[in-house]
């Protein structure tokens, strides 16, 4: 975490927002291929499964948004792009191909690797964020003591002048 000039504080971390892909999209990536497996599961025709899905990548983007978790415009885009970017191949590629075993194996893992990523993500994202606020708390203490010995420096300087005067 660092200060910027503007008085901003900016994540320094590997989870921090990017402005076209960060981290993150590797979880989008993920929830791409695990919706490919959903998807194919209940047997949604082509068309049918690409608005749903790309109707629900939307609609977590939305839920980010209102819950204030901020990203640049163009990574909101990308994230949902990643997402039918890896949709579509998994669907495609699975809709009705495969064993029901290796179909499992196969969501499982991906579906695994996605909640551990996502939650490794959102721990760390918490830390920033008390790590942001114990900084904040830091630099208003610091600003308030700052004023305080400017004031008493200012007081001293009137009180050395009245004693020459006097």
């Known amino acids: 975490m660092r200060l910027t000039r503007d008085g901003r504080f900016e994540r ?3 989870w921090r927002e990017g402005k076209w892909l960060d981290l993150w999209s590797v979880v989008h990536f993920l929830s791409g291929i695990s919706l490919g497996f959903g998807i194919s599961f209940f047997h949604f025709g082509m068309i049918a499964a690409i608005i749903i899905v790309f109707l629900l990548l939307v609609a977590y983007e939305m839920w980010e ?20 970017a890896s949709f579509l ?12 075993s290796s179909f499992i194996l196969a969501f499982g893992i991906v579906l695994t690797l996605n909640i551990v990523l996502s939650a490794l993500g959102w721990y760390e994202s918490q830390k920033a964020a008390v790590l942001e606020q114990k900084l904040r ?3 208003v203490e610091q600003k308030r003591k700052f004023k305080e010995r400017r004031a008493r420096a200012k007081e001293l300087r009137r009180l050395r002048k009245l004693q020459r005067k006097g």
């Open 65 to 84: 948004a209102m819950v204030q978790i901020h990203e640049t415009p163009q990574n909101r885009v990308m994230d949902v792009v990643v997402g039918m």
């Open 137 to 139: 708390e830091e630099l």
């Open 89 to 100: 191949p998994t669907f495609l590629f699975f809709n009705d191909r495969h064993t029901e």
């Open 12 to 14: 320094t971390d590997v």
